[in-house]
């Protein structure tokens, strides 16, 4: 998609499609001459928030678009409601351009900046669409939206929060777009291609084969890979965008391009979605993407874990004993618990650069889609400063977390009879128990953990691009 900012009176934009909210629509109909026809056709249509009622006009804009109630609410909760419906219908529209009074949409302490910045990320997710294998494109995934405009006042004002939009909305396809892919092709050969795709002036980008990790004694992201013909990468994304001397942030996705739990093999419910467990790779990626598009002023580090995790015949087995990168040993105890196996060496790595933070994303556990279902990731740190700032990045761009306890009890479930620990802690809090997993090989910097395995995906769509609009606008607070 591609996002401009227009100015002047509705009567002069030049536009396929205007969008006002229906507090205003009467008055924007009667610039348009169309006042008595939009009257009559709005009398009958629905007067409720996040209702979608169409106008025609004989010129331009040949179309208006009104959205929500005549007495609409400006609560925050209003305008997601009126504004998600509003991108829906867009994209579904037989046009190829739009254009947002956004001005014209009230919300309570939220600035013109906050309002571009929803309502381009709603437009960006419904207008994505996944259809590189339909042999025959079906009509309605033929998206025609390609442009859209914010109608403002003040060029200014809502200049930076396009700039942005424009940067998540590439952020976002690219990590729907891995998500989304099958597990024959997105593989981490794919993984390591897409993320080389990055490479550009002042991001270079290094793949750390099996030998390469093998050097640096990862035994346990070895561990699982072991089971599969296809090799393990790990992809380190380096984006200078401020002074060598600054301490990066450092983002670490799981990208298990497929799970089939190894030789504790999954049964057939549920099996095909773990195609979409190397979505927290995917996101990492995407977050990239988009701080190196908007050029922020920071350090930024990328790492996505590739492997597979495949049952073959020399597959790790169920007590075998790994030694880490950092010396701990880890009985696995279940092959299927793979994630934190290469996470854990990934945060040893991570170490090198001396982080000022570092964020790992995984759809680690089905327990956290128990816990909070689809509605938010959850968050781990074991710094309160790093979880908070998160924690505010999540309102602030509508993709919520919630924060979870790290206490020490919990660590006692990890314990192991022939290890340093297991790598499973019991049926208990198992998102907790993951987490406190990573957290004994993040001791050296600030970290937080997000397990996005009920958010990152969905059933019936595919690939969300969650957590990545919570990370960019995390990054974005992260210079000023
Ligand atoms: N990739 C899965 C977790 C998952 C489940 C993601 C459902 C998305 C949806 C992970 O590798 C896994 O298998 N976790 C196990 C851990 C258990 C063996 C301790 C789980 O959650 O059952
Ligand atoms: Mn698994
Ligand atoms: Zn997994």
């Known amino acids: 998609m591609r996002y401009s900012i227009k100015t002047g009176s509705v009567a002069a934009v030049k536009t396929a499609c205007l969008v006002v909210p229906r507090s205003r629509a009467i008055a924007t109909a009667e610039a348009l001459g169309i006042g008595e026809q939009a009257r009559l056709t709005l009398a009958g249509t629905k007067n409720e928030t996040g209702s979608v009622a169409s106008l025609f006009s004989s010129g331009k804009p040949s179309r208006l678009l009104v959205v929500g109630k005549d007495d609409e609410a400006t609560t925050e909760a209003a305008f997601h409601k009126n504004v998600e419906a509003a991108a829906k219908a867009v994209a579904g529209l037989d046009v190829a351009d739009a254009t947002?009074?956004?001005?014209?949409?009230?919300?309570?302490?939220r600035d013109a900046q906050w309002k571009t910045r929803i309502a381009l990320a709603a437009i960006s997710q419904a207008s994505y669409r996944f259809d590189v294998y339909k042999s025959k494109r079906p009509k309605k995934s033929k998206a025609k939206l390609r442009r859209v405009a914010v109608l403002a006042k003040d060029r200014a004002a809502v200049a930076p929060a396009v700039r942005h939009a424009q940067a998540l909305d590439g952020g976002l396809a690219l990590a729907k777009d891995l998500g989304n892919q099958p597990p024959n092709v997105c593989n981490p050969t794919f993984v390591a291609e897409a993320a080389s795709a990055l490479a550009a002036d002042g991001v270079a980008v290094e793949v750390i084969e099996e030998d390469g990790m093998a050097e640096l004694g990862m035994g346990a992201f070895l561990a699982v890979t072991k089971g599969t013909d296809t090799p393990a990468k790990m992809v380190v994304v380096r984006y200078q965008g401020a002074a060598a001397s600054e301490a990066p942030c450092v983002l670490i996705g799981k990208g298990i391009t497929f799970d089939t739990g190894g030789i504790n093999m999954k049964s057939t419910a549920g099996m095909a979605e773990m195609k979409f467990d190397m979505c927290g790779a995917a996101s990492v990626l995407g977050a990239a993407k988009a701080a190196i598009d908007a050029q922020l002023p920071i350090n930024l580090i990328a790492i996505a874990a590739a492997a597979e995790n495949m049952p073959g015949g020399r597959a790790t087995r169920p007590s075998d004993i790994v030694t880490t990168m950092s010396g701990q040993t880890v009985e696995?105890?279940?092959?299927?618990?793979?994630?934190?196996?290469?996470l854990c060496d990934a945060l040893t790595y991570a170490s090198r650069f001396k982080p000022r933070a570092v964020i790992d994303v995984a759809t680690l556990t089905g327990a956290q889609v128990v816990a909070l279902g689809s509605q938010a990731s959850?968050?781990?740190a074991n710094d309160d400063?790093?979880?908070?700032a998160l924690l505010a990045a999540g309102e602030q761009s509508r993709d919520r977390l919630w924060r979870m306890p790290l206490w020490d009890e919990y660590q006692e479930q990890l314990k192991s009879k022939f290890a340093d620990m297991k790598n499973i802690g019991g049926s208990a809090a198992g998102s907790i128990t993951a987490a406190c997993f990573l957290s004994r090989f993040a001791k050296t910097f600030p970290w937080a953990h997000l397990d996005v395995a009920g958010t990152a995906f969905k059933s019936a769509s595919g690939a969300t691009g969650r957590p990545v609009p919570a990370l960019f606008q995390y990054l974005l607070g992260l210079v000023r």
């Open 385 to 388: 400063g790093l979880a908070d």
């Open 378 to 380: 959850a968050l781990y």
């Open 332 to 342: 696995i105890l279940n092959t299927d618990a793979e994630g934190r196996l290469v």
């Open 100 to 109: 947002l009074c956004l001005d014209d949409f009230e919300v309570d302490g």
